[in-house]
């Protein structure tokens, strides 16, 4: 399993794939670690419409998400790696969108 992994990630050592999944799983914590302090200051709680929570927790956590993941890559000497992933993220991104968008119905 981490043998493909690194094959896709177009890794070779085993401590960067570590440090790699170190990354990941901080930025998860903090990023929703995040979104409390905000529905607190919005005095969103559990009385809020449950739609609106999820959708203002996406709208919170994905972007804190994305731009920690470049922060933690960084600190943790990972920048490229997570800089080129971010780009193909975004890209996969487009490239649905613009196949949703030509099709036509």
Do not use: C, H
């Amino acid at each position: 399993m981490f043998e493909k992994l690194k094959k896709r990630w177009e890794i070779n050592s085993n401590l960067q794939l570590v440090v790699i999944l170190i990354v990941f799983s901080i930025t998860g914590s903090l990023s929703v670690l995040v979104r409390n302090p905000i529905f607190e200051y919005f005095s969103i709680d559990t009385d809020t419409n449950i739609l609106l929570r999820i959708f203002l927790s996406i709208l919170i956590i994905t972007p804190t998400y994305q731009l920690l993941l470049l922060i933690v890559g960084t600190l943790l000497g990972q920048f490229r790696f997570f800089w080129n992933f971010e780009k193909k993220m975004l890209s996969r991104f487009q490239r649905k969108s613009n196949k949703t968008a030509t099709k036509s119905y």
